[in-house]
């Protein structure tokens, strides 16, 4: 069993920064590819942002290119998710999955179906 708890969310205004930090159990975090996903007001959860177990691979959507950085630390079982410029339309909830199974060294994925562990979110809310 794979516990993510999100923390980080909160109200800035546009333009501004917020890190947004996962923090998992399991032994085996480092093993793990990771995702981002968000879910605005009234839309369809999307994926954000994701990483290889090792760190060696990340990709975005490309919206949020070159404004959103994921990262890890294997030591301390934690992903995260720097955002900056933020806009209005980045509101939403932000949530972190886990892919605990099939992960190679510059493996990610898009693919919510494929993220077998999420966390409960945290509430982003960008004001313009």
């Known amino acids: 069993q794979v516990q993510l708890v999100e923390s980080g969310g909160g109200l800035v205004q546009a333009g501004g920064s917020l890190r947004l930090s996962c923090a998992a159990s399991g032994r085996t975090f480092s093993r793990y590819a990771m995702g981002w996903f968000r879910q605005g007001p009234g839309k369809e959860r999307e994926f954000v942002a994701a990483?290889?177990?090792?760190?060696?691979?990340?990709n975005y959507a490309d919206s949020m290119k070159g404004r959103f950085t994921i990262s890890r630390d294997n030591a301390k079982n934690t992903v995260y998710l720097q955002m900056n410029s933020l806009k209005p339309e980045d509101t939403a909830v932000y949530y972190c999955a886990a892919k605990t199974y099939g992960s190679t060294y510059y493996s990610t994925s898009s693919h919510e179906y494929e993220y077998d562990y999420w966390g409960q979110g945290t509430e982003v809310t960008v004001s313009s």
């Open positions: 990483i290889s177990w090792s760190g060696g691979r990340t």
